[in-house]
């Protein structure tokens, strides 16, 4: 093969450099760009996927009125106490971040970013319709808060067991390794086994959870079709499956803490629970905003949990964000209306994207 | 070890033990015989300990029924999709790190900017492009659309970065080309950047979901991921439930085996896959 070794050796620096970067290019132009401003297109028109399918004309440029259908509605008011608890947190948020920016206790892009979210709580959660008003869309802002709920949930439990559990696991040892390996394990999981497990774990009839139940005396709980624990249900199951990767994550964080603040401390006898409120979890902060971030963006995305073990239900209570993107687009075939709220999901993740990035930048500093 | 640290160890084993149950439930399932599971699941402590045991299931499952074709199916879209990615993360990376070219910069952000779409803003466009092209239903349909996302390139430009300037200086006073360093030079000592990036992909493409959802509909083209979740919502009916573990537990093996013998590179692969996209 005289021909090959002569063309390659003949390209310039830059030629050389457009010919590897080519293959990524065609496809990512191809597969990502495009499709997301074909999304941002498709969220301006009367879509349906039938209809479309068949008679590529028959779609309508409606401007911005699925933005509408699916966030406005008729007659919509806005007040301080439409849903007071959820604003006065958003408030105490606002104010909080407002504290810790000015005293530096936050970075300031954290506290900035802290403060738009807890911002946008108070205006969002305060509107409601009027009298005569109603949404155009029962169903979107419930989901949303569903999606927000199950987040609150899901982060907050992870985060927690993950920074006990990693704090006890960092020593070196091969016991100490396997158990390690034993709580990373459910984490290479698909989703469909991480439901199939724990669809039947949370049987009423023939679960693990009622048979334990059962053996003392008490009477199973209908986990997957009782309102009140359906939402817990797929937290447990979220929590079991993606604690493996915050667990890495704050062993990693831990690493980097030096021995000797230890020793110093233990001189001074802070040891255990004192050593690691004092010495642990500030030097770990950053850590933990990012594992934070991270588990906001993963879980914001929650799909299959939702659809596989609860179908959404009981009474639409663990309807999430991207099951109703789903539903709509290929149940109803509304690909619109369904592009317009996958807009809203972008906004949304970006936003957590962009202060992840922002925190992330400043670790490698 | 000091008393300390065991006592620490046994008393994590406690939720460790926990944490392995519902693993252990499914495989423990898994072994028991349909009609003894329709009766009771906790046969024999709690049901943890296969007994009565059988291996009925899994003969079963490769009999009849499309379990070894999904697997099948998984295993060919997993593939590809990992050798895809490793060739445009591999070029386009290098050429980001180590070479000089006009509108380096502009490039690099467009490609930082993609790291912000989840796949979940762009499956609906994505679906419509597929359908105008005829594309659903294939292998290679469950493939490209991963192929875009550029977090390989980011893991191969930073691991790019950190080998030092002058091997590449000396391959090129010996008069070497940029292709040939590439791939002669550079590709070689990437291996283990290749190796977590192969794993990252190979277990998000084994796992993946609601893109197979949406463009598989032809269940000869399901993946097992895709298929486990379709005989799961009516298991106790059709199949007997130890069927459809063992189902769970076929769809399991890859990516747990991947994890037992390559556990170093999965643990670098999702930290990275998941700090950075």
């Not at chain 1, 509408?68 to 608890?85: H, N, T, Y």
């Not at chain 1, 199939?196 to 139940?213: E, V, Y």
């Not at chain 1, 053996?215 to 009140?228: E, R, S």
């Amino acid at each position: 093969m005289p021909l090959r070794p002569k063309i390659g050796r003949s390209l310039s620096q830059a030629q050389a450099a457009y010919a590897l970067l080519l293959p990524f290019l065609a496809v990512y132009a191809l597969f990502l760009i495009y499709p997301f401003f074909r999304g941002v297109w498709i969220s301006l028109h009367d879509w349906n996927l039938l209809e479309v399918a068949f008679n590529p004309a028959a779609k309508e440029y409606v401007g911005l009125r699925n933005y509408e259908r699916v966030m406005w509605g008729k007659d919509i008011e806005w007040s301080l106490f439409a849903a007071p608890l959820i604003q006065l947190a958003g408030l105490a948020a606002l104010a909080g971040a407002a504290f810790t920016g000015w005293t530096g206790r936050l970075s300031r892009p954290t506290a900035l970013a802290l403060g738009v979210v807890a911002a946008l709580v108070v205006l969002i959660a305060g509107l409601h319709p009027g009298e005569e008003g109603r949404w155009y869309d029962r169903r979107f802002w419930p989901t949303v808060g569903n999606t927000l709920v199950f987040v609150g949930l899901a982060v907050p439990g992870v985060t927690l067991s993950a920074l006990v559990l990693a704090a006890a696991l960092n020593r070196e040892s091969r016991a100490m390794a396997a158990l390690r390996t034993l709580f990373f394990l459910s984490q290479v999981l698909s989703v469909t086994v991480v439901t199939l497990i724990w669809q039947i774990m949370f049987s009423p009839r023939q679960g693990l959870i009622a048979n334990i139940t059962e053996l003392f005396g008490g009477t199973p709980i209908n986990w997957l079709t009782d309102a009140q624990f359906a939402m817990a249900a797929i937290v447990i199951a979220t929590i079991w499956w993606s604690l493996g990767i915050a667990l890495i994550l704050f062993l990693a964080g831990l690493q980097d803490i030096s021995k000797d603040l230890y020793e110093a401390a233990a001189l001074d006898h802070c040891t255990g629970v004192r050593a690691f409120r004092h010495i642990t979890l500030p030097n770990l902060k950053r850590t933990i905003t990012l594992v934070v971030i991270l588990q906001i963006i993963l879980h914001f995305q929650v799909f299959g949990q939702s659809h596989l073990m609860t179908q959404g239900g009981p009474n639409d209570s663990t309807q999430v964000l991207v099951r109703y993107i789903y539903q709509t687009g290929f149940r109803d075939s509304d690909l619109g209306r369904a592009s317009a709220m996958a807009v809203f999901l972008f906004v949304v993740m970006g936003a957590f994207s962009v202060i992840q990035f922002i925190v992330g930048r400043g670790k490698s500093q | 070890m000091t008393r300390g640290t065991s006592w620490l160890v046994i008393a994590l084993a406690i939720p460790a033990f926990l944490w392995l149950v519902p693993t252990l439930w499914m495989v423990s399932l898994s072994f028991q015989p349909n009609d003894v599971l329709a009766r009771t699941t906790s046969s024999t402590a709690l049901g943890l300990v296969p007994w009565p045991f059988t291996a009925e299931n899994y003969a079963a499952l490769f009999a009849f029924g499309q379990t070894p074709w999904w697997f099948l199916n998984s295993l060919i879209v997993a593939t590809g999709m990992t050798l895809g990615v490793l060739a445009v993360s591999t070029t386009a990376g290098y050429a980001l790190a180590r070479l000089e070219f006009p509108f380096k910069k502009t490039i690099a952000t467009i490609c930082l900017i993609g790291l912000m779409v989840p796949e979940q803003a762009v499956f609906i466009p994505l679906y419509t492009m597929f359908a105008d092209f005829g594309w659903h239903n294939s292998y290679h349909a469950l493939i490209l659309p991963r192929m875009a996302v550029p977090i390989g390139v980011f893991l191969m430009m930073q691991f790019f970065r950190a080998i030092p300037q002058d091997i590449e200086e000396a391959a090129r006073l010996d008069g070497v080309g940029w292709l040939q360093i590439f791939w002669h030079v550079m590709l070689p000592l990437a291996r283990p950047a290749m190796m977590t990036l192969a794993i990252l992909t190979f277990l998000y493409a084994w796992n993946d979901y609601l893109w197979p959802l949406v463009s598989a509909q032809q269940r000869e083209y399901f993946t097992i991921t895709l298929g486990l979740a379709s005989i799961q919502s009516n298991f106790a009916q059709s199949e007997g439930l130890g069927r459809v573990m063992a189902s769970g537990v076929i769809a399991s093996l890859p990516v747990v085996v991947l994890f037992l013998i390559f556990q170093r590179y999965v643990v670098q692969a999702m930290t990275a896959g998941g700090t950075k996209g």
